[in-house]
């Protein structure tokens, strides 16, 4: 986990989740809530659950909204530049992104070079791009693959994640509200915070699996 976490009123930045390159179109509507930081040892947190759209017309210049990303957002920022870029996205993403047609096709991370991890069950869920195959393969762990295949796995959830800078970026879809407690449930109710620690831990995981100390 990492160290304590402490909720705040706000979200994680429009800068800083574009500068995450992990989205194809900048977007014309962004929001959030539930901010949460955190810091162990060198390595500060930062999460909050965001809703993205950008807007559309179709043929009778209607506007459309279509959703870029609702779920949760997490930022750690290691302190230490990884040696390149690099983004992991879910073999879908192409699909995801669909709706935003042409828009799509002028995202800069498909012009990067697709890496092979040589795991054949990672390899089947997620795409990695990069512009140095070799420093980017240095970077993926054995853990780190493990970790994200299994969560994806066992909550049916994709997960997109880029290392960029000195950040390590983390992207959950999700259509509900995440630290929100049911209607009419108890604050006891393990199920929920189950689910709700699970997510956490895949985020503050990655950075333990990067093996970045």
Known sequence: AAGHLTG?????SQEEYEASNLFPVKAHYYYGEDYLLGKEGNVSYKFSELHTQFIMKDHRRRKLFITIFQGLFFIADVNTAFETETIILPDTAHKLFGP?????????????????????EFDKEFVVYGTDEQKSKNALT???????????KKTGHNVSISLVGTKVNVAIPLMHDLFEPPVFSSMLNY???????RYLKLATGIVD???LN
């Open 8 to 12: 705040y009123l706000g979200l994680i």
């Open 100 to 120: 935003l047609g042409d828009y799509v096709q002028k995202w800069n991370v498909f012009r990067k070079k697709v890496i092979k991890v040589d795991d054949p």
């Open 209 to 211: 699996d990067l093996e």
């Open 142 to 152: 054995g853990k780190f693959i493990k970790r994200i295949t299994e969560f994806k």
């Open 191 to 197: 199920e929920f915070v189950f689910e709700n620690y």
